[in-house]
């Protein structure tokens, strides 16, 4: 069954999207994509609360995207939609399952991905190193460990300070996606914890500078518009975690020529973004990784009239793109907020104890400030307030919340 209890949208679309995955991010390609598709979300929970979007038409039921459960259901979904449904998936979880899935794998559904082979790589953490190392893309040492044993090893070559990761996108490290190690006699307690890790574990130099994304669409191997935008703060205190807040940068030759070089050795098509660290300092900059995927924090495309949705559309459908979708020329400086994941970093850091009275109210400023001075945020938006209107109530629901006794 599906649920049309906040919508009813009887007008023929050319195209039905089908929606993977109920992240923040979901709610922009829903927004964008609603008035001109039908839009359909296939929804396993989630905090992104899309469902209550305006721009979504109907909502269908579909397992964890983890469940051996979820590629069968998927394929039944498929055949009660329209043989026009394009998949659009959104985070790692769905692309990685969508590689278990027979009607994507055999071409016979189109998705807004590279082709399987290629998303299977880009996920990969250790061959997206091997290849930028091939390209001669400047990075950071690193070593690749199977067990902990060879952990201790693996420290000592690269030396500290270092962080250690899984090198799968879906695993944490330590419970952790980057654990940071900033003296040797820390290992002996972690690999104290054990137990042995499901996949194998990237120990890397602990590079300086700030995360900037660069938001390519590529056309067989060659890119035919990007953007880039500089994380000015994250979730966590120490900058590591989620994007907070950013900004769009002028395009860097340095990171446009190490993206050209990632999308034609793969021979990429579609849109994806890449990762640098970049020294404010020296302009040193150090590849981080390959991403088949919007990003979290994409919308900052958005004040910068990048069409990025529109064009990963397009070039899934095999489209032409209008040269309006991907300005060569962008506004520098256009700020993206995410106001919620802000306070939530803010409230663990403080239940934690990794800031202090002082540091709470600096952070309470930057909230603030950010919040003002956003030309977009990543869920909020005066013509589809519900979806964030709902997390807000969800959240302090939670928190007024008395304990049973």
Not at 151 to 173: F, M, N, R, T
Not at 283 to 288: Q, R, Y
Not at 376 to 400: E, F, N, Q, V, Y
Request: with cysteine; charged share 20%.
């Amino acid at each position: 069954m599906f649920d049309l209890s906040h919508q009813a949208n009887t007008m023929q679309f050319p195209t039905t999207i089908l929606i993977l995955g109920n992240h923040r991010n979901a709610l922009s390609v829903a927004r964008r994509l609603g008035t001109q598709h039908r839009v359909v979300l296939g929804n396993s929970g989630g905090a992104g609360r899309v469902e209550r979007s305006k721009f979504v038409a109907e909502t269908w039921p579909l397992p964890d995207a983890n469940s051996d459960r979820f590629p069968d259901a998927l394929e039944s979904l498929l055949q009660q939609l329209p043989d026009a449904t394009v998949l659009f998936p959104i985070g790692d979880v769905e692309l990685f399952a969508l590689l278990r899935v027979p009607s994507v794998l055999e071409g016979r559904v189109r998705a807004v991905m590279p082709s399987p082979d290629i998303a299977a790589e880009c996920l990969n953490k250790t061959a997206n190193l091997e290849l930028a190392s091939k390209l001669q893309i400047p990075q950071v040492d690193y070593r690749h460990v199977e067990q902990l044993s060879e952990l201790q090893q693996a420290v000592h070559e690269v030396g500290c300070p270092c962080i250690i990761k899984s090198d799968h996108q879906l695993s944490l490290a330590f419970g952790k996606k980057a654990y940071r190690v900033s003296d040797p006699d820390e290992l002996e307690s972690l690999i104290a914890r054990g137990p042995e890790p499901e996949h194998g574990l990237i120990v890397q130099v602990r590079a300086t500078g700030l995360r900037h994304n660069v938001y390519f669409a590529a056309d067989n191997g060659r890119v035919v518009g990007a953007i880039e935008a500089r994380v000015l703060r994250t979730t966590n205190y120490d900058g590591s975690g989620f994007t907070v807040e950013s900004e769009s940068v002028p395009l860097s030759d340095a990171l446009l020529h190490s993206t050209e070089q990632l999308v034609e050795a793969l021979g990429y098509h579609g849109i994806g973004n890449t990762q640098f660290l970049v020294d404010p300092q020296s302009g040193n900059i150090s590849f981080l990784e390959i991403s088949p995927r919007l990003g979290a924090a994409f919308a900052v495309t958005i004040p910068c009239e990048f069409d990025f949705v529109g064009a990963a559309l397009a070039l899934a459908l095999g489209e032409p793109l209008r040269p309006e979708m991907l300005p060569r020329q962008y506004p520098a400086g256009r700020r993206l907020a995410w106001s919620f994941g802000d306070l939530q970093g803010l409230v663990l850091a403080a239940r934690q104890g990794e800031v202090g009275t002082a540091q709470v109210g600096s952070w309470l400023y930057r909230i603030t400030r950010s919040a003002i001075r956003a030309d977009i945020h990543t869920t909020w938006s005066w013509r589809d307030p519900r979806p964030t209107l709902t997390i807000a109530a969800s959240a302090l629901g939670k928190l007024l919340r008395l304990p049973a006794h």
